[in-house]
T-cell receptor
Framework: AQSVSQHNHHVILSEAASLELGCNYS??????LFWYVQYPGQHLQLLLK??????LVKGIKGFEAEFIKSKFSFNLRKPSVQWSDTAEYFC??????????FGTGTKLQVIP | DTAVSQTPKYLVTQMGNDKSIKCEQN?????MYWYKQDSKKFLKIMFSYNNKELIINETVPNRFSPKSPDKAHLNLHINSLELGDSAVYFCASSQGQGSEKLFFGSGTQLSVL
């Protein structure tokens, strides 16, 4: 069965620190990968997505993610976080026309 | 203009009541969804409709009944509300199915007392 796992449940960083959030997926066949962000009190919005091509994907607000097929991973990175990055981050995956499956989310808290 | 709008934003009700949550999208998308986000922030799909046709129906109690009068609307009706139904319910839409970017509504926080 398809699944997405995020091992970091709660991450606390100081401003300017580098960020890497882990995401591993279990899918058969072609996979599409996403990172969504939910800022406090707001709805989910797409940060970035990978369908095919360059495995290093650039998203909004300086985020990027790298698809490593051999490791079934799609980790999210940002070289220098800001207080405004405090949010919940969700990794998600889908295979073709199948439903999108979400990970359990990682709460990021950035301390000024 | 709000792309995906759902009402109400907050819903507080007693156990045993029947309530509805409405969702509308003005993006011209063909597919709409209902997701449930529990207290641990886990997002799980409940239903998906494509052009008013039900295509995904996860293991959800029969008390939950989606209705899609047209492809721009997907409402969620819940009968005999239970304490465990307390959660945030998100409506979403996409142009296609599965591999397309999801656009989410702002969520409806349901509290069952």
């Amino acid at each position: 069965a398809q699944s997405v796992s995020q091992h970091n449940h709660h991450v606390i960083l100081s401003e300017a620190a580098s960020l890497e959030l882990g995401c591993n997926y279990s899918y058969g066949g072609t996979v599409n990968l996403f990172w969504y962000v939910q800022y406090p009190g707001q709805h989910l919005q797409l940060l970035l997505k990978y369908f095919s091509g360059d495995p290093l994907v650039k998203g909004i607000k300086g985020f990027e993610a790298e698809f490593i097929k051999s490791k079934f991973s799609f980790n999210l990175r940002k070289p220098s976080v800001q207080w405004s990055d405090t949010a919940e981050y969700f990794c998600a995956a889908s295979g073709g026309y199948q439903k999108v499956t979400f990970g359990t989310g990682t709460k990021l808290q950035v301390i000024p | 203009d709000t792309a995906v709008s759902q009402t109400p934003k907050y819903l507080v009700t007693q156990m045993g009541n029947d309530k509805s949550i409405k969702c509308e999208q003005n993006l011209g998308h063909d597919t709409m969804y209902w997701y449930k986000q529990d207290s641990k922030k886990f997002l799980k799909i409940m239903f998906s409709y494509n052009n008013k046709e039900l295509i995904i129906n996860e293991t959800v109690p029969n008390r939950f009944s989606p209705k899609s009068p047209d492809k721009a609307h997907l409402n969620l009706h819940i009968n005999s509300l239970e304490l465990g139904d307390s959660a945030v319910y998100f409506c979403a839409s996409s142009q296609g199915q599965g591999s397309e970017k999801l656009f989410f509504g702002s969520g409806t926080q349901l509290s069952v007392l």
